[in-house]
């Protein structure tokens, strides 16, 4: 579990960094998020918010978004990074993440570590059209 865990802290190392880019200009909750693919690589995203809210997207659903759109869609660890407190991803988020993998790890920090818990337990007999 070692090296999973450090593997785990590089992951949370690249949502902080993309954090940086949130565009957050009404909640001033800035997250960015890294996307580990079963192929190795990386990819990353952050919150995007827009004057009529429900337009808005989430930096989960981003970096998501953004490796489905380059050919990968075999997600093995979805890392969500804030500065202010811990968050796990919503609803919405937890539902995109489940369409692409069953059994992806996800962390996020708290304020002194990094916490890591299951899909399968973040959202429990997801909606699935697949069979």
């Known amino acids: ?16 960094k993309a954090s940086k880019n949130s ?37 989960e659903r981003t970096a998501i978004f953004n ?13 969500v990074y804030t500065p202010y407190k811990y968050v796990t991803p919503c609803g919405a988020c937890r539902q995109v993440i489940s369409e692409f993998t069953k059994n992806a790890d996800i962390i996020y920090n708290s304020i ?6 299951n899909i399968k337990k973040l959202l429990p007999d997801s909606f699935c059209l697949k069979s």
């Open 112 to 117: 002194t570590d990094i916490k890591i818990i």
């Open 67 to 79: 490796a489905v759109s380059n050919g990968n869609t075999k997600i093995e660890a979805v890392a």
């Open 23 to 59: 565009y957050s200009p009404y909640s001033k909750f800035k997250v960015g998020c890294a996307v580990l693919c079963s192929n190795g690589e990386i990819y990353t995203g952050t919150n995007i918010e827009n004057a009529s809210y429900g337009l808005s997207i989430c930096a």
């Open 1 to 16: 579990m070692k090296n999973k865990k450090e593997l785990y802290k590089k992951l949370m190392s690249v949502a902080q």
